[in-house]
């Protein structure tokens, strides 16, 4: 969808690159959703970030996220953006859908 074009996301919205959802078992077994036990966060790498959301004054609150980061969001967080050139998911979420972030 972003194939060539640049996106800044707006307010307090980042653009995720969601890691690809495991849908086979070690042994090769199809799992389905249905079949799961409990809802796992998602993971992907912050691809773009926008300027942060404004305080009552006007101020903007700056981010605590930034591009690069790894980070963790609800299953169902975000609105699909589309794919990127290598066929993963892309998503708009906002910074407070964001459950943490990986730090080495």
């Known amino acids: ?24 078992s070690a042994g090769g077994i199809y799992i389905p ?5 409990k809802e796992r966060a998602q993971g992907g790498v912050v691809l ?5 959301k404004r305080d009552a004054q006007g101020n903007r609150l ?12 609800g299953k169902y967080a975000g609105t699909e953006a589309g794919k990127d050139t ?13 459950l943490g972030v990986v730090t080495k």
């Open 33 to 37: 959703d249905s079949a799961r036990e």
């Open 86 to 98: 290598d066929g993963l998911e892309l998503i708009i979420i906002r910074e407070d859908e964001v």
């Open 48 to 52: 773009a970030v926008g300027a942060g």
């Open 1 to 24: 969808m972003f194939e060539n074009q640049s996106f800044k996301p707006t307010g307090d919205r980042i653009l995720v690159k969601r890691d690809p959802i495991e849908e086979r």
């Open 62 to 73: 700056p981010l605590e996220v930034q591009k690069g980061d790894r980070v963790y969001f």
